[in-house]
């Protein structure tokens, strides 16, 4: 048996051979698959190197897209944020600026009117005070001339008794005068004085 270990029972093939395996024929058959084999497994590897070498590509391609991509995002979001920074400010400060504008125009128009109706009240004063002294005054006409009147009503009263007064002092006079010439003529006294 050239091929091995002889056959076991009723021809079955020795254990761990079969024809297949012939030494001559496995040598041409084990070189052409073995090349076959290898040149498949060398393009497979090729295939594997280049399919990793692009899976590499194409995953460093995406990272550099997703750090472009997420940089770009960054930057407006950055931008974003700083611009609407910029105008909340700038909103804040022409809010400050227009209430400031606003609270000093009211102030202004405030004093304005303070002043006027300071002015107005001290005019009023004014004239009140002036129409109080020539009220005064007028009384104090009215009271000269009533005094005046009243003096001049006393004079007359008083000279008027002064008159009577004389009058009667007169008439006493010539009453007693003819009562004493009566007697001296007469002789008698008749009434007595």
Do not use: C, H, W
């Not at 400060?93 to 004093?111: C, D, R, V, Y």
Request: proline share 2%; net charge neutral.
């Amino acid at each position: 048996f050239p091929y091995g270990r002889e056959p076991v029972g009723k021809g079955q093939a020795a254990a761990g051979l079969s024809e297949d395996l012939i030494p001559g024929v496995a040598a041409v058959d084990g070189f052409a698959t073995g090349f076959a084999a290898g040149f498949l497994a060398t393009a497979f590897l090729a295939a594997g190197f280049a399919a990793g070498f692009l899976a590499a590509t194409f995953l460093a391609a995406g990272f550099a897209a997703g750090f472009l991509a997420a940089g770009f995002f960054a930057a407006t979001f950055f931008a974003a944020g700083f611009l609407a920074t910029a105008f909340l400010a700038a909103g804040f400060l022409a809010a400050a600026f227009f209430t400031a504008g606003f609270l000093g125009a009211t102030f202004l128009a405030t004093g304005f009117l303070a002043t006027a109706f300071l002015a107005a009240g001290f005019l009023a004063t004014t004239f009140f005070a002036a129409g109080l002294a020539a009220t005064f005054f007028a009384a104090g006409l009215a009271a000269a001339f009533f005094t005046t009147g009243f003096l001049a009503a006393t004079f007359f009263a008083a000279g008027l008794a002064a008159g009577f007064f004389a009058a009667g002092a007169v008439a006493i006079f010539f009453f007693t005068t003819m009562v004493i010439l009566l007697n001296k003529l007469t002789g008698k006294s008749r009434f007595f004085v």
